[in-house]
């Protein structure tokens, strides 16, 4: 995204300015924690958020290891604080398998937003499937970073130490989150993203790209077709390259057709 395509408060509040770091007096965060890094995810995040919840998304909040903090965010977004904002709906899941909760509550065009550590196996389970449900995905951590490709977007503090989930910094990151959605929204010619154009270099079918997939139903028959969910909604395939599949498998599929069978632990 280039940097004309975040409004200059969405910069200014963020700290965002040309990757420069932001000064200590922005919204209250400290300087070594809101480095110019940090600022543009938080500013390509937050206009992501605003075009979703434009176009009718609700936001899922998890926090498996830290559930108060699905609570927080939940809230954050869908109680306004300043007078004239609009409640945003956002919803925290809670359940033991948050994935299989995930499963059924998010649909084409939802937000699931995470606070986790990196080695949150769930987590990072939530997050690989998340594109074959039509979300948005966003992690918010710390210590060591997930993989490159783990979520649409990682909002992270690099600080190894343990304890830094409980010291306030990821709620001034998610308030910050919210409050930048709501800049984004004062800005109405940017909430519609821009129609990517075709050019020949490309399959005129799909576009060259695999899409990812998950099963729900495997085929009855040896040659049958499969039941799969993309973001685009459910659509039968066939899965004859990567039989045998079992629901809740992720496959990559390409002109109606399963590629190959993806590891949901592994990145994009």
Not at 104 to 119: E, L, N
Not at 152 to 170: C, E, K, Q, Y
């Amino acid at each position: 995204m280039s940097t004309q395509a975040i409004p200059a408060d969405v910069q200014a509040v963020s700290g965002y300015a040309g990757l420069q770091p932001a000064p200590a007096s922005v919204a209250g965060i400290p300087p070594d924690m809101l480095d110019g890094g940090l600022a543009r995810d938080l500013s390509d995040a937050s206009l992501a958020l605003a075009r979703r919840f434009h176009a009718g998304a609700t936001m899922w909040c998890i926090a498996p290891q830290w559930e108060p903090h699905a609570h927080h965010m939940a809230v954050e977004f869908v109680h306004p604080v300043i007078v004239g904002k609009r409640a945003l709906p956002a919803f925290a899941l809670c359940a033991p398998d948050v994935v299989a909760q995930a499963r059924v509550s998010v649909r084409p065009g939802d937000i699931v937003i995470a606070v986790a550590a990196a080695d949150d196996r769930a987590v990072r389970d939530l997050m690989r499937r998340t594109p074959a449900w039509g979300g948005l995905s966003v992690w918010i951590g710390s210590g060591a970073r997930p993989a490159a490709g783990s979520a649409d977007h990682v909002l992270w503090i690099d600080d190894p130490n343990p304890l830094a989930p409980a010291t306030g910094r990821f709620v001034i990151m998610y308030h910050l989150l919210w409050e930048l959605t709501h800049v984004c929204f004062e800005h109405p010619g940017l909430l519609t993203p821009p129609v990517a154009e075709c050019n020949d270099e490309v399959c005129v079918t799909c576009s060259d790209e695999g899409r990812l997939a998950e099963v729900i139903l495997a085929p009855s028959t040896p040659f049958g077709d499969a039941l799969v969910r993309t973001e685009a909604g459910e659509e039968r395939i066939d899965v004859t390259m990567v039989a045998p599949v079992t629901p809740g498998d992720l496959v990559l599929i390409h002109a109606g057709s399963a590629l190959t069978r993806l590891d949901p632990e592994m990145g994009r």
